[in-house]
Nanobody, 130 residues
């Protein structure tokens, strides 16, 4: 069993930055893709970003492209979500997740549907004030 622990959330003004960290309990995840989702009150959980096992390939949700950057350390057990240019609509509970599913030969990444992620953290709250 793998546990994921997120940290780095908080309250920030619009235009500000935060860096979220997700650390896995086992090195098993260094062969998994890792991703972030977020959920605002009253809304469905939304895909934010994913990174492959090597750290070389990433993909982002349309609403965060150009503002958020996902990276992972060399052991592969920690991922970092750098969030710049934050907007009030970025407010939500941010979840880290791990994906051991098959890799697309076209994208080099697994499916980003929620169901493809087998391990989830408890979430860290991000609040962006206007």
């Amino acid at each position: 069993q793998v546990s994921l622990v997120e940290s780095g959330g908080g309250l920030v003004q619009a235009g500000g930055s935060l860096r979220l960290t997700c650390t896995a309990s086992r090195r098993t995840v260094n062969s998994y893709a890792m991703g972030w989702f977020r959920q605002a009150p009253g809304k469905e959980r939304e895909f934010v970003a994913i990174i492959d096992w090597s750290g070389d390939k990433t993909a982002y949700g349309d609403s965060v492209k150009g503002r958020f950057t996902l990276s992972r350390d060399k052991p592969g057990t920690t991922v970092y979500l750098q969030m710049n240019g934050l907007k009030p609509e970025d407010t939500g509970l941010y979840y880290c997740a791990a994906n051991s599913g098959p890799i697309s030969t076209r994208t080099g990444l697994p499916d980003v549907n929620e169901a493809s992620f087998g391990y989830w953290g408890q979430g860290t709250q991000v609040t962006v004030s206007s």
